[in-house]
Nanobody, 121 residues
Framework: QVQLVESGGGLVQAGGSLRLSCAAS????????MGWFRQAPGKEREFVAA??????YYADSVKGRFTISRDNAKNTVYLQMNSLKPEDTAVYYC????????????????WGQGTQVTVSS
């Protein structure tokens, strides 16, 4: 069982930055595929970024602006978000799993409660 707790969301102006953190329980954190998804009001949950070992994956919409990283010693994964746009406004979810397709929600068995990110224009 893995428990995930996100933090770092908030309100920021367009062009600003935020760093999300996701703290995970469990002694096998380093073996998990870790991902970030987001869901805007009235829209389906969508993939944002993922990391497996040292390999990273990004949605086209965030490539070049967002960076995912992990600190296995701290059981934490981060999402650095730069050059934020109003369309980045959403609830951001951290996820952990052992699946093989990083951008598929089916690859993840565990989900956090989410943290709100609001980008004003």
């Amino acid at each position: 069982q893995v428990q995930l707790v996100e933090s770092g969301g908030g309100l920021v102006q367009a062009g600003g930055s935020l760093r999300l953190s996701c703290a995970a329980s469990g002694r096998t954190f380093g073996t998990y595929l870790m991902g970030w998804f987001r869901q805007a009001p009235g829209k389906e949950r969508e993939f944002v970024a993922a990391i497996r070992w040292i390999s990273t994956y990004y949605a086209d919409s965030v490539k070049g602006r967002f960076t995912i990283s992990r600190d296995n010693a701290k059981n934490t994964v981060y999402l650095q978000m730069n050059s934020l746009k109003p369309e980045d406004t959403a609830v951001y979810y951290c996820a952990a799993g052992l699946g093989t397709i990083p951008d598929s929600a089916r690859a993840y068995a565990y989900w956090g409660q989410g943290t709100q990110v609001t980008v004003s224009s």
